[in-house]
T-cell receptor
Framework: GAVVSQHPSWVICKSGTSVKIECRSLDFQATTMFWYRQFPKQSLMLMATSNEGSKATYEQGVEKDKFLINHASLTLSTLTVTSAHPEDSSFYIC?????????????FGPGTRLLVL | QKEVEQNSGPLSVPEGAIASLNCTYSDRGSQSFFWYRQYSGKSPELIMFIYSNGDKEDGRFTAQLNKASQYVSLLIRDSQPSDSATYLCAVTTTTDSWGKLQFGAGTQVVVTP
């Protein structure tokens, strides 16, 4: 149980284009999903917290107009990188939390590697 | 001061030995503690969580929590080459009701045959 999928796993795009990444909880309903970014040999950096049916909460320094997050249902959240540039190339990972309350575990998706040329 | 601190390593452990990983946290009100394993190029996977002071065992893994000392550790018994990975300590923040995790930078473990 507690499986989270991400699509696509790899994406290469040209500078200036937009890229959408999907995160799905396959066998549970996720009231909260999180989006992280990880650069090589660095730790996870939380970008935003997304709750179903409400606006995402972005961490300080993360541009909400560049990284659009939509949590359309209890099993799907999307991250759209708008007007991507080479510096946006990174490993993007989502996680999903099954319920409410601070003790619920986050389960991670397999990640999406983005390369912007 | 970082909220969650870990030694970056690498921690070199002979095969079959015990690997001991440490983590300290600054938020005294933190209540939930997690250990994740991350292989190179992969996303984190949950190993264990612990909420109460003391030890919690799951197979070859034991998590230890000491809230008074704000310290959580992970022991890996009978270490195998497949345990070579980066281990991330994560703590929930008391100020966030959505269960946002604060991650340490991770400890790299290398198990040598």
């Amino acid at each position: 149980g507690a499986v989270v999928s991400q699509h696509p796993s790899w994406v290469i795009c040209k500078s200036g284009t937009s890229v959408k990444i999907e995160c799905r909880s396959l066998d549970f309903q996720a009231t909260t999903m999180f989006w992280y970014r990880q650069f090589p040999k660095q730790s996870l950096m939380l970008m935003a917290t997304s709750n179903e049916g409400s606006k995402a909460t972005y961490e300080q320094g993360v541009e909400k107009d560049k990284f659009l997050i939509n949590h359309a249902s209890l099993t799907l959240s999307t991250l759209t990188v708008t007007s991507a540039h080479p510096e946006d190339s990174s490993f993007y990972i989502c996680s999903a939390r099954p319920g409410t309350g601070g003790r619920e575990t986050q389960y991670f998706g397999p990640g999406t590697r983005l390369l912007v040329l | 001061q970082k909220e969650v601190e870990q030694n970056s390593g690498p921690l070199s452990v002979p095969e079959g030995a015990i690997a001991s990983l440490n983590c300290t946290y600054s938020d005294r009100g933190s209540q939930s503690f997690f250990w994740y394993r991350q292989y190179s190029g992969k996303s984190p996977e949950l190993i264990m969580f612990i909420y109460s002071n003391g030890d919690k065992e799951d197979g070859r893994f034991t998590a230890q929590l000491n809230k008074a000392s704000q310290y959580v550790s992970l022991l890996i018994r009978d270490s195998q080459p497949s345990d070579s990975a980066t281990y991330l300590c994560a703590v929930t923040t008391t100020t966030d009701s959505w269960g946002k995790l604060q991650f340490g930078a991770g400890t790299q473990v290398v198990v040598t045959p």
